[in-house]
């Protein structure tokens, strides 16, 4: 049976360490404070300024209005210009969605994609601090899902992201139940054209270890009709995942005209471009045997075609370019950011 908490809940469906996640996460914002304050900060606010907005009345048009902003209904029923006059809402309620899963514990190097994903979220969360905005999450697994309803004031919303971060990563198949506190095995890959062992997480996706389309191992249920509930009308919705090919969940055109809806991707560079070794024997825990990456004519086919399938799932699910972000587990993720908010502020 799934297990769900929410801040109200009396029996937390984990257990995060909540320590150690609060002391990384002082780290990360010692690394971006002058970032956060002095670049990102009016980027942001700048990105999210159009939809900050709400209808306030009718007004008569004047030279220099934004023709864009005229009511063509009135102005046809009285005969002369009328335009839409709005107000900026005084805050932004920023709620994320982050959907885990085995595969995020995937890296071909250092880092893996997870903790890359977690970082992004840990950025973006104190973006929303900075900007004295309300800020909540959603943490999804397969096991169950932790709600934590949208918080303003840099205190309570470093305590939210501390706890985002300090969740355990899901289970792998293989492993056995762990003990409280302790954090699953890492996976151990022996590469076949190099001694000596390897440590790196599990298998790719889109390879000969998970062919499958639109196969999503270890699922996240996400609670969307209780988000709906939580999160006011023209939000922002950032969804942060690993995004496997799959169809969009039910329901998911009345989010994005409900809220202002993103996708942020963490990729490695396995995932982009076929391993160039000649030969990896690699454990997969999301099937629970060792495959042979041997660089096939097939595989590499099944690859480039898992790569197509899964682009195409995300810009469906995301049709504006300017609402997706997708780094690499080797880029800046701060660096990332500023180039999306400015992107966004320069269509404005």
Known sequence: MKKATTDGGSAPAFQPSSSSALALLRQLEWRVRHAVENVLSGEYRSAFRGRGMEFDQVVKY????????????????????????FVEEREVTLMLVFEDSPSLQFGSAAL???EALLELAGLVMLLGAVNHDRVGYVFAAPDGYHLKEP?????????????????????????REPESGAQPPVIATASASAAGTKTIRPAPAGTAANPVAGFRPGQSDIPWQLLARTAPRHSILIWLSDFPPAEPPEGWGVLRRRYNTMGFRVDDPWDRAFPSADSLVAYDPLAGRLVTLDGTAAQRLAHTQWVQRRSAAFHDLFPDALSRLVVSTEESRLDALVRFFHARMKSR
């Open 62 to 85: 004047e030279f220099g209005d934004d023709v864009r902003d005229i009511d063509w209904n009135v102005t046809a029923r009285l005969g002369e210009p009328y335009r839409k006059k």
């Open 112 to 114: 893996s994609k997870r």
């Open 151 to 175: 918080v303003r004031g840099r205190g309570p919303i470093l305590h939210a992201a501390s706890t985002l971060l300090g969740m355990p990563p899901p289970r792998l198949a293989g492993d």
